[in-house]
Antibody, heavy 124, light 109 residues
Framework: QLQLQESGPGLVKPSETLSLTCTVSGGSISSSSYYWGWIRQPPGKGLEWIGSIYYSGSTYYNPSLKSRVTISVDTSKNQFSLKLSSVTAADTAVYYC????????????????WGQGTLVTVSS | SYELTQPPSVSVSPGQTARITCSGDALPKQYAYWYQQKPGQAPVLVIYKDSERPSGIPERFSGSSSGTTVTLTISGVQAEDEADYYCQSADSSGTPHVVFGGGTKLTVL
C-alpha cells in the first residue's frame, strides 16, 4: 500500500525559503505511470495545486507560484521535495504531497493517495 | 486563468440525496476527479474519470457529466458524509496543470 509522508520545518520566517520533503513508501517513485505533486491549503480555505514532477525531473508549476517554486526528485531516496522562496504570511498553509495518476496528460489525471499533510506557519 | 466553480454549501437530511455540481468550460474535453475532506484530515479520492468509484468507496457515491458540468451524487446520505468536497481537473491550457474547484461544504441536517 503506497504511503506518502511530508517532513520539514513547521515554522519559517518571512522572506526565507520553505523546504519540505515527501517520502514515498510501499512503491517506487520511478514508476512510469505517475507524477508526484504538492498541494496546499491555507487555514479555512480550499485546495491549491503548487506543482508536479515526473521521476525524470520534468516539472509543471502553478503559474501564480512559478517564480518562487522549485520541485525536485531524488529517486535514490524515493523522495521528492518542494522549495518555496520569499515566503510571506499568505504562504501559511497545510502542505500535502500526493501521487498524481496521469492516464492521459492534461485530460485524465488526479491525486491518489495523499500524505497526511504538514502545517507550515510563516511568522517572525 | 481557468476556474472550476462549485456551490459553497449544500445541505441535506439523512437518507436523502445530495448533489454537488462543478462547472468548467473545458470539462467536456477533460475528466473530473472528486475528493472528500473531513476536518483535520487529508483529502480522499471518491470519484475519478467523472464517474468511476475507487475500491473501498461506498456505492452511494456516484458521478456524472453533462456538458460543462460534472455532478457528485451521494444517495442515502449518512451523517458520516458531512465533509468538504472538491472537484479537480486539468486546466484548459493543454498542459498537465491541475486546477481545483473552490470546494463545497456538505451539511447533514
Amino acid at each position: 500500500q503506497l504511503q506518502l509522508q511530508e517532513s520539514g520545518p513547521g515554522l519559517v520566517k518571512p522572506s526565507e525559503t520553505l523546504s519540505l520533503t515527501c517520502t514515498v513508501s510501499g512503491g517506487s517513485i520511478s514508476s512510469s505511470s505517475y507524477y508526484w505533486g504538492w498541494i496546499r491549503q491555507p487555514p479555512g480555505k480550499g485546495l491549491e495545486w503548487i506543482g508536479s514532477i515526473y521521476y525524470s525531473g520534468s516539472t509543471y508549476y502553478n503559474p501564480s507560484l512559478k517564480s518562487r517554486v522549485t520541485i525536485s526528485v531524488d529517486t535514490s531516496k524515493n523522495q521528492f521535495s518542494l522549495k518555496l522562496s520569499s515566503v510571506t504570511a499568505a504562504d501559511t498553509a497545510v502542505y500535502y504531497c500526493a501521487r498524481l495518476i496521469v492516464v492521459v496528460p492534461a485530460v485524465d489525471m488526479g491525486f491518489d493517495p495523499w500524505g497526511q499533510g504538514t502545517l507550515v506557519t510563516v511568522s517572525s | 486563468s481557468y476556474e472550476l466553480t462549485q456551490p459553497p454549501s449544500v445541505s441535506v437530511s439523512p437518507g436523502q440525496t445530495a448533489r454537488i455540481t462543478c462547472s468548467g468550460d473545458a470539462l467536456p474535453k477533460q475528466y473530473a476527479y472528486w475528493y472528500q475532506q473531513k476536518p483535520g484530515q487529508a483529502p480522499v479520492l471518491v470519484i475519478y474519470k467523472d464517474s468511476e468509484r475507487p475500491s473501498g468507496i461506498p456505492e452511494r457515491f456516484s458521478g456524472s457529466s453533462s456538458g460543462t458540468t460534472v455532478t457528485l451524487t451521494i444517495s442515502g446520505v449518512q451523517a458520516e458524509d458531512e465533509a468538504d468536497y472538491y472537484c479537480q481537473s486539468a486546466d484548459s491550457s493543454g498542459t498537465p496543470h491541475v486546477v481545483f474547484g473552490g470546494g463545497t461544504k456538505l451539511t447533514v441536517l
